[in-house]
């Protein structure tokens, strides 16, 4: 009977002491395969959090951008490169980037990041970048793309005078053929993205 008392006291704590243990030893991915020969090769890698990846550096990625650029601005932009081109390659989210800077620069334009980037969002599926005016969240959802798009950003930010798509103002996909494309004189092509100048 005080064998029972014992055990029925020690389960208890036994299962306390587990909870704890699982709460303190981080998570981990453990990744397996098949080796020659049938065995077994796993291999153990940090967990994944978008923090690690972005947010501890924010406040000095920010700390570094030129004094007239808003944490807005930098949002609009950041939001722009996610939604047009989080698929394609670094260098064309690059390039996205510095179509709406030179936007920003070109007097037909508005004079702002997010002036540009939402110009005619209230007219369904005729705004300058088709994220803007879908009628779906302007919200990231993919967090790794989120934090990549911010990088990007704050890149082309700090280097706005070194233009990778020598003063483009356009672009479209490579599947599409719009009849603007006609007018404007093409300066590059990254990825699935053709970028156009619109010279005076």
């Given at each position: 009977?005080?064998?029972?008392?014992?055990?029925?006291?020690?389960?208890p704590v036994f299962i306390v002491v587990c909870l704890m243990g699982f709460s303190i030893i981080p998570r981990a991915e453990v990744k397996a395969s098949i080796q020659e020969g049938g065995t077994l090769a796993t291999e153990i890698t940090a967990p994944y959090s978008p923090a690690s990846i972005y947010d501890a550096d924010m406040d000095m990625l920010l700390a570094e951008l030129p004094m007239d650029i808003s944490e807005k601005s930098f949002k609009c932009l950041a939001q722009a490169i996610y939604f047009e081109a989080r698929s394609e390659p670094f260098e064309g989210q690059v390039a996205v980037a510095y179509v709406i800077m030179n936007r920003?620069?070109?007097?037909?334009?508005?004079?702002?990041?997010?002036?540009?980037?939402?110009?005619?969002?209230?007219?369904?599926?005729?705004?300058?970048?088709?994220?803007?005016?879908?009628?779906?969240?302007?919200?990231?959802?993919?967090?790794?793309?989120?934090?990549?798009?911010?990088?990007?950003?704050?890149?082309?930010?700090?280097?706005?005078?070194?233009?990778?798509?020598?003063?483009?103002?356009?672009?479209?996909?490579?599947?599409?053929?719009?009849?603007?494309?006609?007018?404007?004189?093409?300066?590059?092509?990254?990825?699935?993205?053709?970028?156009?100048?619109?010279?005076?």
């Open positions: 009977m005080k064998n029972y008392k014992l055990v029925v006291g020690i389960i920003v620069k070109d007097r037909r334009y508005p004079n702002n990041i997010c002036a540009v980037v939402f110009q005619n969002e209230q007219r369904r599926h005729k705004c300058q970048f088709s994220f803007a005016c879908d009628g779906l969240s302007d919200n990231p959802y993919e967090m790794a793309a989120w934090n990549v798009a911010r990088r990007v950003a704050g890149g082309a930010l700090k280097n706005a005078q070194s233009d990778v798509t020598a003063r483009s103002t356009h672009y479209h996909a490579d599947y599409v053929n719009p009849r603007w494309a006609k007018y404007l004189q093409p300066t590059i092509h990254v990825g699935s993205h053709l970028f156009y100048r619109e010279d005076m």
